[in-house]
């Protein structure tokens, strides 16, 4: 794997990837029972430095696939959520009509009419 990962280009990913799958449970054991500085840790498994590789131990950790874009989901929803619970508190609505304001008198809309 680090072999792979040195690689400064045409990286077979589809191995990469293969290998930190095979070696998630040991990683995650590891990283629980030691106390291992986490650059240590990423020295040890280079996949962990790219987007890819750290969407895929969220995925092996969470047992889903495509992790973030499951994440991405639900935090819309909450938001939605959140806003109509916010909109029925009345200090809620004074912060959201205060913001409403300030978007509003945005410093780029005075800089335009200056």
Known sequence: MKREMARPS???????KELMALTHAYRRELFLKETIPINQF???YPALKTSAGVKAEFG????????VKMMATNFQKWVGKVLVFASS???????MLSLEEAI???PLKKKNSD
């Open 10 to 16: 045409n990286r077979n990913l589809a191995t990469v």
């Open 42 to 44: 990423i020295d040890e």
């Open 60 to 67: 092996c950790v969470l047992g889903i696939d495509k992790p």
């Open 89 to 95: 508190q009345p200090v809620a609505r004074e912060i």
């Open 104 to 106: 509003e008198d945005s």
